[in-house]
Nanobody, 127 residues
Framework: QVQLVESGGGLVQAGGSLRLSCAAS????????MGWFRQAPGKERELVAA????????YYADSVKGRFTISRDNVKNTVYLQMNSLKPEDTAVYYC????????????????????WGQGTQVTVSS
């Protein structure tokens, strides 16, 4: 079992930055590919960024490329999402998720590929 706890959300003006953290506890974190998803009111949950277990491979949604960076520290059991140049359309609840697939270089893009989810953290970007 893996428990995931997100932090770092909040209210920020357009153009600002936030850094989300997701701390994992329980079983070994380093075996998990990780992802950050978001869900805005009335919209489906969408993948924002994903990172492989090794940290060598990453994926970004087109809407955040060049603005967001996903990273991980397997010693600290934490994955991060650095969000720069935030836009009002980035407003959503952000969730981290873990995929236990034992493939060190794979990342995953579909919600049903993830086994564990955090409770989410609200990000609100004002115009």
């Amino acid at each position: 079992q893996v428990q995931l706890v997100e932090s770092g959300g909040g209210l920020v003006q357009a153009g600002g930055s936030l850094r989300l953290s997701c701390a994992a506890s329980g079983r070994t974190f380093g075996n998990d590919a990780m992802g950050w998803f978001r869900q805005a009111p009335g919209k489906e949950r969408e993948l924002v960024a994903a990172i492989s277990w090794s940290g060598h491979n990453t994926y970004y949604a087109d809407s955040v490329k060049g603005r967001f960076t996903i990273s991980r520290d397997n010693v600290k059991n934490t994955v991060y999402l650095q969000m720069n140049s935030l836009k009002p359309e980035d407003t959503a609840v952000y969730y981290c998720a873990a995929a236990r697939r034992y493939n060190p270089n794979a990342y995953y893009t579909r919600p049903n590929e993830y086994d564990y989810w955090g409770q989410g953290t609200q990000v609100t970007v004002s115009s």
